[in-house]
């Protein structure tokens, strides 16, 4: 069995878990206060230009899910695609803290500067939250992702509403990968993103960077009653400082694309197009239902939707997906055809 | 520099760091879905008369909060100990899902049935909040325990008055050492609780068992909606894996408590009565301002309360404790008298 | 200036008044619970065939806020259209109490059997919320109503997906004397409904109705904790007993239709179709910008959506509407063309 | 029977009702937008020297709920006298929205600088929520006021401390009337206030006056999001036309104070000693079970604390008590002791 789920299938690139062993006679300070991780924020920190807050969180849900609701007042609201991770796939977190999600219906999973500002036509009074934050993803839960322009462009719309921009960077290796795109330009283009660790070879860890000074007082504050703040914070850290090492970041984002990219040509050459166009590590197809069945025994993925006779399935690479792996299920696809 | 600060300042026990490695090539299912988190749970349900549900959470605070907003209405509330540490130290998390803590002053950190029977009087109508579960922390946040007739108490009366009781086992592993109790005995006297790995040799993890069937339904719904669904969840299950393997749960709670009286009786010896009965792994004592100074150089230590001329310490041992390190300490100890 | 703005621009009916001065030496007990609201229950009860809870509540809003809530645990979500009062104009009060409100969009305003049921596909998994409760209003926001055969079906489906249905009555009395429903035939086909006081003659007031047993327990706890509980709730019990003697409620509703009969009836005359079908008391119309500016100096009105050189606006008819209103209107209207 | 239950038991004082009269026929804008709201709020604003928000609430509970909501971000805590009402009598309403109280011990129901100084010590870190409103009641839930010295101390401290003062003026008519303060005074000693109408002769409402400009935007929209946002705002606007009237709201506060004073030392006369010294409108004392048992089959009053053998009752006077009232009591009490 192979697993083509999701980026997330493993424990951790091999050499992060050589760092834990490394460390794993030090004694550490709790709560993200200990040395390794001011120093590990500090190597983030040189990336970029702005002075910046960083914060290493568990995972995406309740990053996205502090970030929001630490940024809000209670009447105010969120932009997002309806593709968005924070209203499709994480239970209501958002809502749970009492904030509304506006949903824009959008074809490619991206928000565009025409699609916010109609959106916000219409929230003059009281009788109607308060748009504050466009929270998009990057790459986005279609496999999408922004250009530096496009970005430029929303980050400015954004000021000029006085309106937060928030990039969920749970995939955003490989949309650097794919895009050009360095940190820094996250940074410029945002208030706050999240550069993600899960998804891209490390054991669990999200590091939330903050660069609008609005939001940063008391965040500590805010993870800690989400629940959020790792007592062995020092184990995030160490998933960063690993990332951050020998480019391995940017490297394992480069290779879940490249693989996906083969995968891709090859189904293309077997005359199966993907729905979305691929550019990351995610690919989405429609097979017939007997052929998805098929498939499902020595594959695993995840059945996207079910349209009875026909199922879109979606197959996902990342760091550990290898050229063997690819070139089995290529040949399992054309045997099933 | 050592440190007694607290007991959670390593990354793991070796065993667990172990089998990490030997997991690393293996692909897993997300979200505690996979294979061997659904084993682990066996593993701990063997030990368990009762036919509970077993969730691996990443830590305390956000444990409590699930299961606490879980259980309760939005009119209900939380019965505490004043020291319980939902309501000391965990930022309001509990409040910030809508429910009051009802606090019951008291001495040594335990709950009574008179003291919780003296606290519900008076909630009768609808102008007041409905106690529902009452809380309890085992080991405390003094460091004391409960007995097993303490626990049977508690919970014949939290079901004669229609209350859960919720066990905090964030400590579990040294109360268990200290009491004689066995996780079986815990489950047959609270709805709910949990083993704490993060405190006792884990890299990360609670292991919450859920025994009372009302609790149960859409549990996973309320874990995701926290943000508390680990990705990797494969990577708590390890966790436990490594802890009822080889008797190790129960082995390094021993170890930490034989470590803390170690440096009891030596501080006796040398006229410093801890301020509470030591049995288990935390110690707090008072020392002169000038003393704790110098202690605090080689020594890494909470201060607990500070009277100005007088602080008082804690201190905490560990699985990572030895002897060595104890009686370094009690020397210089003895150094600054 | 004559008012079209609302249903809401007077303090009460008069024979309400009448009935506050009557009662205005006695001395009453508090929050409802006193011998008058008891015996307003009554009433109402009497007129239903089920055996349910009632509840008077100050406004609509906080009405919506508490059933949803309190029906809801916190991973449950609300089903509505897109028009939905607690989604457009209720600034997030629902998502407030951490719950999201899934949205279908739809021509005017009532939701379907088909339409809920499509909705309901893909919400099978812990990463998404649990739709448990159905909101529609009746009448709804744009002036349509609900037939019996509707809400018979609407409610068949709910309870065979073990859904909610509550129904929003705010206003109520137009939808009823429309539709030739009773008070009954809502009670049969819903979970909780609510007689609404404040747009058919009231001073203030929604008499809130609750069939479904599992929503009757703690209702006043949780009314009280919203902030929802009237001290003086025999205030609110004085409306509801003007509005159920003589036929009072219904009577109102028939004269608020007849008066937008009215004006419907002359608008077409002059050429003007309103955008929906006009059934209850609203009439939606569109014409120039500068036919509105004109209009708006002798009447107030809202203007619902501005299209720049057109403008959709609202009129609304009530208890306190006269012919002579209506003529007037009419002709001043005919006057502009 | 008469009733000594509360100042909340009649419809309203005859000049408001001849008022909600004399306006039956106007048509008003909704939601508080009409010329008798902005009229009205004029007159109280030119009782006060600084530039302030007035808005009109329903009742306490939602005033103190919407207010303390708005003030506070998500891990900020409110410090109140355990004997505070937002703690006591509102359901957990305060900690619905998210928010701890810290509870001060106190034995006449008012804070002072040193209590909450203390009080303070200890949150300095992320583990525990941020102090950042003081509410204190005003008259105190035991009947006692606060002296112009006594706030400007506590309005002095908070400053100092970054704290908001919140006074819950839900009796602050008799508080008033005792004190000698003016309502400038209450708006130089505090962030935020509200006069209370509904236990002070008004049919329902509470006039919110907020002077800190921090607390001013966007509280409409919390007002509308927390359900307290009344359609029909001129019915609460014609309450405050009518207190401010002819002194009305104070004389009304000077009689309720005048009829407890006499109720006191014909109870003292008695030799009955109220358990609070008895300074505004509300009298406890401790009577015999069997004696409160023939006491209620006559008069009305709340039963405060249940001691078993005795019984500490509670009778509160308003506008609407007479002096006949209060010698029928004193003659009664006197005959069955």
């Given at each position: 069995m192979i697993s083509f789920k999701n980026d997330y299938s493993e424990i951790a690139h091999p050499s992060i878990l050589t760092l834990m062993q490394k460390h794993s006679q030090t004694q550490f300070n709790g709560y993200g206060l200990d040395a390794l991780s001011i120093s590990v924020k500090q190597t983030i920190q040189s990336m970029l230009q702005a002075n910046v807050d960083i914060h290493f969180l568990v995972g995406g849900t309740i990053t996205n899910k502090v970030l929001i609701s630490h940024a809000l007042r209670p009447y105010e609201a969120v932009i997002s695609a309806d593709t968005g991770h924070i209203f499709v796939?994480?239970?209501g977190a958002i809502e749970s803290t009492g904030h509304q999600i506006l949903l824009i219906p959008n074809a490619n999973g991206k928000l565009t500067v025409p699609l916010i500002e109609e959106t916000l036509k219409?929230?003059?009074?009281?009788?109607r939250v308060l748009p504050k934050l466009v929270y998009i993803s990057n790459?986005?839960?279609?496999g999408t992702f922004y250009t530096k322009a496009e970005l430029q462009a929303l980050y400015r719309f954004c000021q000029s509403r006085d309106l937060y921009l928030f990039i969920d960077g749970a995939r955003l290796g490989v949309a650097l990968a794919a895009s050009g795109l360095t940190l820094n330009d996250l940074c410029e283009n945002s208030d706050a993103f999240y550069i993600g660790g899960t998804k891209n070879g490390a054991m669990l860890g999200e590091a939330l960077v903050i660069k609008s000074e609005s939001l940063k007082p008391f965040f500590r504050h805010a993870i800690k009653q989400s629940g959020g703040?790792?007592?062995?914070g020092f184990v995030a850290a160490i998933q960063f400082e690993g990332l951050f090492q020998n480019n391995l970041f940017f490297d394992l984002g480069t290779h879940a694309n490249a693989m996906a990219a083969q995968i891709t040509s090859g189904l293309i050459h077997l005359g199966i197009i993907p729905i979305y166009p691929v550019s990351t590590n995610q690919i989405f197809i429609t097979l017939k239902k007997t052929q998805v069945d098929i498939l499902s025994k020595n594959y695993a993925f995840e059945i996207w939707t079910d349209h009875g006779f026909e199922q879109t399935i979606r197959l996902v690479t990342s760091w550990f997906t290898t050229e063997t792996m690819v070139q089995t299920l290529l040949k399992d696809i054309e045997s099933i055809l």
């Open positions: 796939h994480e239970t219409g929230f003059s009074d009281e009788h790459a986005t839960e279609t703040l790792l007592a062995k």
